[in-house]
């Protein structure tokens, strides 16, 4: 231990405190688990998973994937066990409630037990963790594995036993094939071992269990710069530094703030916290030199890498660092008076539960409904839906998954012949009520934020020109009115 001295007292309340926290997190994270529908990025996962073959699995993650394969193929083996997708979800609200325990554990190496479980609370309602924490994606894994590398590297430096050193190589192996920025974490692990008071040996048994753990990393390396190549990541777009800059809020909080004053108010501090409290904690060798490093440097190099070309900067590619993060400002908040650090650590905690409820408070939209909707009102092959506002490839996967038959869709262009069946889905509640009017649409319902309905026949199929319209129609069976337009062309069209 590098910090609060354990006690008899310490223990008892550490016990129930980091089981309240893991059973916050998960509820936290089910309602969303079980209440949401699948969108873009879950679907593509749900594709992967029921592929028919192990090899069928890898093959898709290399194609449509932007991480290595060690999540899929978990998913995959539970797929053939009898688990559905969505069952697949829960995995990642476990790994939310670990995520809590593991946060904790390291948190109090250098905290006494309720700041150790303030910092917890970032992770347990902090905006990417609970999002992340109930989808069908892996980030909440990457997250857990990154803490977990904490602790087992701290471990096996204190004392490399064959067992501490296994450890470390295990979760190395895990992580390296969970998420291609654990490696980012990885590296940053290794700059601290380097800078680690140990023995010379020390450090060397540690760097080399690292570094094998990595073995099963290697054959996958092919896979992954073909699929750097397919351009998963272009969606980010160049270099924009307030992203940066807010890198650290956006973990916590779902957007920035819209007051003038807070827009940049609020990640401009956050991120002068975490430096500050960073630099506070490198000084002092063990634990908080580590978390310091891992707090900051991971969230550095990413940026500079997206500065130089690759886009690859989002706040969920950087969640690893989030729980470092969270320690740092806490321990910041520890130095200061008794007093104002727990009215400060009172604020935190109301804005962390203010964050979540806001987050809550607004629907995703309900892909699932709104394809019940349409089939309830006689859509068929044959129909185009003609969508207003909204981004294409958002409601295309999550309409092919949970339309009847899951058809291919794309983008019709209009052929100069009307169609004599065609339904609208249009996305904000005024759009979609003054569209119904002014058109005369048949049947018109709102799902959450998104109304659908049936448009009078002859239908004009409009231009995909005009400005947030586009019309989906399926790849084979559609109707005359339309002609489908290829993958290439699609993305020529829309890209």
Known sequence: MDAPLETPRSRRISVPLVLALALLAVAARLPGAIRDAFWQDEVSSARVIVQPSLGAMLHQVRATEATPPLWYALGWLLHELGFSPYGYRFFSVLCGGLL??????????????????????FIAFGYQFVYHGRELRAYELYALLAVLFAIVLLRAVERPSGQRLLALGSVVAAGSLTNYFFLVILACGLFWVLLSRAALQTRLRTSAATV????LFAPWIPSAIAQYDHHHFAWIGPFK????????????????????????????????????AAVVLFRRPGTGRLVAVLAVLPVAITAAVWAVGPEVFDPRNVLGTGPFAAIAIVAGLARMPVRLAAALGGVVLGLLAF???????????DYEGIAHALVREGWNLNAPVILYGGNF??????????LPGRPALTVGLPTGIPCQRAYAVAVGDRRGEELARRLHWRN???VTRVMTATLPAPV???????RAVHVLTVRRGHATCVRPLTEVQLHRALG
């Open 100 to 121: 809590a325990v593991a946060m904790f554990l390291l948190a109090r190496r250098l905290l006494a037990p309720f700041p150790a479980a303030v910092s917890t609370a």
């Open 355 to 365: 964050g979540y409820a806001s987050s809550e408070a607004t629907p995703p939209t």
């Open 241 to 276: 530094a307030p992203k940066v800059l807010s890198a650290y809020w956006l973990l916590v909080a779902r957007v920035d703030p819209h007051t003038a004053v807070l827009h940049d108010l609020a990640p401009s501090l956050t991120l002068a916290a975490v430096l500050v």
């Open 444 to 446: 018109a319902k709102a």
């Open 460 to 466: 004009r199929v409009p231009s995909h020109r005009l």
């Open 212 to 215: 094998a753990g990595l073995v």
């Open 393 to 402: 490839f958002s409601f295309r996967s999550p309409l092919e998954w949970y």
